[in-house]
């Protein structure tokens, strides 16, 4: 067995050991406290290193325009969006209409026109070709837009008459002609037989008038149906 000896350090070298093993002591305590409190130091709080100047370069702007306009290389398969225009319009307004102060029309129609005229029992005749060479020609109103027009479903009676005079200064019926215009046969061209005598007479009328045979010296037939006439004159 080994003779085992205690080996006793003086008191007097032990003290500056430990002198010199306490403030290495505290400064590793220092330097774990500090580590803990650098690992709980939550990520978003913790200081940011600042770059440097020559780091933060001015992006040009055709370069930033080139770089949003160049589309991103989409996955295989897979559909690029659409992009889709939007317009603002300013909201519509319904139109005022416009107020008339003019005094509307009775009896105009839808379209603004005026109404058609109403017609007048019996017609009215107008001599379209005066006695010309023994010719004449007549026409009831029926064309729709002249006044006194001729009823539909009416007629209207119209005669010619020719007079040769006799030795009293009256006259004797000599040839005549009645004929009816309608609206199916609203004109006609009538040819008048004239005596060859002088002072003969003739007589172009419309209406229910009667045809007298003889005629008193001075006396004119027809009244206010005559339309054109001639009461006699010289050869």
């Not at 050991?17 to 939550?42: C, D, H, K, Q, S």
């Not at 005079?165 to 309608?182: I, K, M, N």
């Not at 009538?190 to 003889?214: F, H, K």
Request: some cysteine; aromatic content about 6%.
């Amino acid at each position: 067995m080994s003779d085992e000896r205690s080996v006793e350090v003086p008191d007097s070298a032990a003290r500056p050991l430990r002198r010199r093993l306490l403030p290495a002591a505290v400064f590793g305590a220092v330097l774990l406290i500090v580590g803990g409190v650098a690992m709980a130091w939550p990520e978003a709080e913790r200081p940011q290193r600042a770059h440097p100047a020559a780091e933060i370069a001015a992006v040009p702007a055709a370069t930033e325009e080139a770089a949003l306009a160049t589309p991103l290389p989409l996955p295989t398969g897979s559909v690029a969006p659409t992009r889709t225009a939007y317009r603002t319009e300013p909201p519509s307004q319904r139109p005022v209409p416009a107020r008339s102060t003019g005094t509307p029309t009775r009896g105009a129609g839808a379209t603004g026109t005026s109404p058609a005229p109403r017609c007048t029992p019996a017609g009215v005749v107008d001599v379209v070709q005066v006695l010309t060479n023994g010719v004449a020609k007549v026409a009831a109103r029926t064309d729709g837009t002249s006044v006194n027009q001729l009823c539909p479903g009416e007629r209207i009676r119209v005669f010619w008459a020719t007079y040769r005079p006799t030795a009293d200064g009256g006259a004797t019926l000599y040839r005549s002609e009645v004929r009816y215009l309608d609206h199916s046969s609203p004109t006609w061209t009538m040819r008048l037989e004239l005596p060859d005598e002088c002072g003969r007479s003739w007589y172009i009328g419309a209406g229910n008038w009667v045809i007298p045979q003889t005629l008193k010296p001075g006396q004119v037939p027809f009244g206010s149906g005559k339309l054109n006439w001639d009461t006699g004159g010289s050869c």
